[in-house]
């Protein structure tokens, strides 16, 4: 079965600062793995995926992803936030039918 | 705008009733995915299409079912509405049946069953 924890709930972050939102995933077989951000009452928008080879990938928006199949990890990293990045993320995992995480929603303060 | 158009945005139905979904995948999409979002449940996978025909299904509940027609697009019925199916009702579209071709999300509709 194919699953997703992700660990916090809630970050908070000063604007400028570094993010990291965690994410640790089980799945049979080389994980297909994603992150989605949505902002409040839209739909889901594609961040960066994860497929094979290179296990530090790079998204939109800034943001990037490191794939670790020993810790069954693939963390979402900033290095700078604006306050645009307020929004919910989720991670997922999976094919054609993909499970997702509870999401971490992420304020951004000034 | 995704490409992936869902209609109605909003809808306000009572208990007991039936409501229809409609979805209009990006143009050239041949798979259509549709998803649940509640409080409680989180993003759930219900059902997928491709080309017209049903090729998985998830957490879907008896009174939920859904097609794909001829020009691609979706609906996804809901009937013998309670109030624990109110919730953000997701379509997503892709190239062929598997991620590798991507998937893009509409932005939902939320029903509400009052």
């Known amino acids: 079965a194919q699953s997703v924890t992700q660990p916090d709930i809630h970050i908070t972050v000063s604007e400028g600062a570094s993010l990291e939102l965690r994410c640790n995933y089980s799945y049979g077989a080389t994980p297909y793995l994603f992150w989605y951000v949505q902002s409040p009452g839209q739909g889901l928008q594609l961040l960066l995926k994860y497929f094979s080879g290179d296990t530090l990938v790079q998204g939109i928006k800034g943001f990037e992803a490191e794939f670790k199949r020993s810790q069954s990890s693939f963390n979402l990293r900033k290095p700078s936030v604006h306050w645009s990045d307020a929004a919910e993320y989720f991670c997922a995992v ?9 999401g971490t929603t992420v304020t951004v303060r000034a | 705008d995704s490409g992936v158009t869902q209609t109605p945005k909003h809808l306000i139905t009572a208990t007991g009733q039936r409501v229809t979904l409609r979805c209009s995948p990006r143009s050239g999409d041949l798979s259509v995915y549709w998803y649940q979002q509640s409080l409680d449940q989180g993003l759930q996978f219900l059902i997928q299409y491709y080309n017209g025909e049903e090729r998985a299904k998830g957490n879907i509940l008896e009174r939920f079912s859904a097609q794909q027609f001829p020009d691609l697009h979706s609906e996804l019925n809901l009937s013998s509405l309670e109030l624990g199916d109110s919730a953000l009702y997701f ?3 892709s190239a062929s049946f598997g991620q590798g071709y991507g998937y893009t999300f509409g932005s939902g509709t939320r029903l509400t069953v009052v």
């Open chain 1, 94 to 102: 999976g094919d054609y039918k993909l499970s997702f995480g509870a």
């Open chain 2, 91 to 93: 379509c997503a579209s």
